[in-house]
């Protein structure tokens, strides 16, 4: 299953080399809680593999939409099982930084809007 959550990042590991296989990166984001910035969620997610670039080019206090799969796994040690749980990311995207108040939204003309294309104009 996909899923997606936005927030503020505000913390972001380095890569960690678990093996010569096998790589992982760990992050936090803030997410506001409307009612009650109080309450705020902090939410870590893991990024593996090839995927633990997609850290590089945000910055921290930017804010993001991440997009992600839910992994559960179970562990046997010495007769102990556990279970955990992690949500695995596989895209962020940057959200747009909104307009300060006052800014005026820019006008657009009728030229700008480009001519619809003919039908025979298809590239098929």
């Not at 096998?22 to 009650?36: C, G, P, S």
């Amino acid at each position: 299953m996909n899923y997606e959550i936005s927030g503020k990042l505000i913390f972001k590991e380095e890569t960690q080399h678990i093996s010569d296989r096998f790589q992982k990166r760990e992050f936090v984001i803030e997410v506001e809680n409307e009612k009650n910035p109080q309450w705020n969620d902090f939410v870590k997610v893991q990024l593996i593999q090839d995927r633990c670039d997609l850290l590089e080019n945000i910055s921290l206090d930017e804010h993001i939409k991440v997009y992600f799969n839910i992994r559960g796994r179970k562990w046997e040690n010495k007769g102990q099982v556990s279970y955990f749980t992690n949500l695995e990311g596989w895209r962020i995207e940057k959200l747009g930084a909104q307009a300060p108040a006052g800014m005026p939204v820019p006008e657009y003309r009728v030229e700008d809007i480009p001519p619809v294309p003919e039908a025979d104009d298809l590239p098929f």
